[in-house]
């Protein structure tokens, strides 16, 4: 089956918030073919679809904090509280959409959400078996755990310095 747009460009738009990866309603509006009004009008004609879990607002503080991340925000001075959908809210939210695209791109946002399922998984279970093996060794190894350690941690996102020089 062709993809409609690569796993890698739906990865850059889930984020971790409160512990879950989400996806903002705009992102995913944008992926399902729609704009986010339309999405969000769907979503509140079937608000009994969408619990707590399923989908929430972030607060000023979080949108900032998220705004932070990026260079130039995409968002251009929104009006509307922000939303953010778990793998299931996405999920709901083609079906309320009820397009194609919408569906066709839902199976591969649960795609991207099983893939990064899977690396967290992997992940665990390396940092599991390279305790296992620090418990084995004697402290003289202690080194070389701590630099496999490093280059397991994921890399600090690159800031630039903003303003003047």
């Known amino acids: 089956m062709k993809s409609l747009i690569p796993l890698e460009r739906i990865e850059q738009s889930i984020y971790l918030i409160r512990g ?33 879990d399923f989908m929430f607002q972030l607060t000023e503080k979080e949108v900032i904090n998220l705004k932070s991340q990026f260079v130039t925000s995409s968002w251009g001075g929104r009006r509307k509280p922000t939303y953010v959908f778990t793998e299931h809210g996405a999920l709901m939210a083609a079906n309320v959409l009820n397009s194609k695209r919408a569906v066709q791109m839902s199976i591969q946002i649960v795609r991207t959400f099983a893939k990064l399922r899977q690396l967290l998984f992997t992940h665990a279970d390396l940092a599991r078996k390279l305790n296992d093996l620090e418990q084995k060794y ?24 903003i303003g003047f020089k």
């Open 20 to 52: 879950q990866k989400v996806m903002i309603d705009s992102d995913l509006a944008k992926l399902y073919g729609t704009q986010t009004r339309v999405l969000m009008q769907a979503v509140k004609r079937n608000n009994d679809r969408f619990p707590k």
């Open 138 to 161: 004697d402290k003289q190894f202690k080194i070389v755990f701590d630099a496999i350690r490093q280059l397991m941690m994921p890399p600090e996102p690159e800031r630039k310095p």
